[in-house]
């Protein structure tokens, strides 16, 4: 008889729907149900909630799943200019997450050919003292490719055998 609260399919008396682990009534406030056991939130937390990697501390806000471990949206960020990185692409460079842009500054590589970045799986090669794609080491003057090939070089530019001698 009287007030009663219905949850998890079973009626109760407020005053006996209770946390299992500190026995405060949940009438109000919202509860946690885990493998059968009733939970207020602190309790709850303190139990289940997932530690940050970072910090250590419990998550008990939202959440970010990265490098197979949990963090504070907050604690995960990048490494140079120290914004959370949220739900945008990162870098790992020496164990440590970099957003995009400065991944691209910090560690970036800059085709001489074409000044576009070399990405991934790109072709490239190091010639002259720069990187280059593969497409893009031509002679400064005919364009032929020079990969694999013998070359010559004029202020830093790259020349095919014919076109290194001449007077162009």
């Known amino acids: 008889r009287g ?38 939130p602190p309790c709850y937390d303190v139990r289940y909630a997932p530690s940050c990697a970072k910090c250590k501390k419990k998550i008990t806000g939202e959440i970010m799943h990265a490098l197979k471990m949990t963090w504070h949206v ?14 945008r692409a990162f870098y790992m460079e020496e164990g440590a997450p970099y957003c995009e842009r400065d991944y691209e500054k910090m560690f970036g590589t800059k085709c001489r050919g074409c000044d576009f970045k070399i990405d991934a799986g790109d072709r490239f090669l190091e010639a002259l003292g720069f990187s280059w794609h593969d497409t893009c080491f031509v002679c400064a003057i005919c364009q032929i490719n020079l990969e694999g090939k013998t070359f010559y070089s004029k202020k830093d530019k790259p020349l095919c ?3 290194a001698f001449s007077h162009v």
Do not use: D
């Open 3 to 40: 007030r009663y609260l219905v949850a998890l399919g079973h009626a109760y008396h407020p005053e006996e729907f209770v946390c299992s682990q500190c026995g405060k009534v949940l009438e109000e406030g919202g509860f946690f149900e885990e493998k059968g056991a009733i939970f207020c």
């Open 74 to 87: 907050h604690c995960f960020t990048c490494a140079a200019c120290k914004t959370p990185i949220r739900n």
């Open 161 to 163: 055998k014919s076109h």
